[in-house]
């Protein structure tokens, strides 16, 4: 599956930069937007605060997006086809036409845990985005990103004859959206000890996909 490159004219809220020196700006803001969310969270973040992080004054980011929330949902577009293009670097290393599926299942899933946790602030204003009644105007850009990740899962598996099923894209979509929510929850809820890339976690996590798979544990 080819990625689209993401085509900022075609989100609602975001005003069409054609000159060299617009779409500069636009891309400052977009950089900046996305610290300040990490930073403070979206309720927090202030257009103040993003102008001023992208040395742009107020009056230039509202020449190129018509709030925050058209800000975000760049955001978060950006994010999920940035996921797409990962899944895809991802499988088509080489190095797993041989190596042991229990071994790139496992990397798999320290890549995923390694992705939420650079990314936590992100993923906190998406929480509190969905709380708000927001959930529909991001949910379908993740959730075709994880369906691509399902169908590269189940082609793989299929490639290294470790599983058939006629419905395996529709299982490894959801095996990865269940392993998402797992550490999303771990992520958002400070009371858990340890960083979600802990290699006990990351070995849990793996026996959890191989068993739900049906894959033999020591699968080659």
């Not at 075609?10 to 969310?37: H, T, W, Y």
């Amino acid at each position: 599956m080819a990625v689209e490159p993401l085509d900022l004219n075609k989100i609602d809220g975001v005003i069409p930069a054609n000159q060299a020196r617009s779409r500069a700006a636009q891309a400052r803001l977009m950089a900046a937007g996305e610290q300040v969310f990490a930073r403070v969270g979206y309720d927090a973040a202030r257009v103040s605060d993003i102008a001023e992080q992208a040395q742009c004054s107020i009056g230039s980011f509202y020449r190129r997006f018509r709030d925050k929330e058209a800000l975000f949902h760049a955001l978060h577009t950006q994010f999920a086809l940035r996921g797409v293009e990962n899944i895809g670097v991802f499988f088509d290393k080489p190095e797993w036409r041989t190596a042991p599926v229990t071994k790139v299942l496992s990397t798999l899933m320290l890549n995923t845990a390694r992705q939420i946790e650079r990314n936590p602030g992100f993923f906190r204003a998406l929480f509190q985005r969905s709380l708000e009644g927001k959930g529909e105007t991001y949910f379908p850009a993740l959730a075709a990103a994880d369906v691509e990740g399902g169908r590269r899962l189940a082609a793989f598996l299929r490639a290294r004859g470790a599983a058939h099923a006629d419905d395996l894209e529709a299982t490894c979509t959801f095996a990865l959206q269940s392993v998402e929510a797992i550490l999303l929850h771990r992520l958002l809820h400070v009371g858990y000890r340890g960083p979600i890339t802990d290699p006990g976690l990351i070995e849990q996590l793996t026996k959890l996909l191989t068993s739900y798979l049906d894959l033999p544990p020591q699968q080659g």
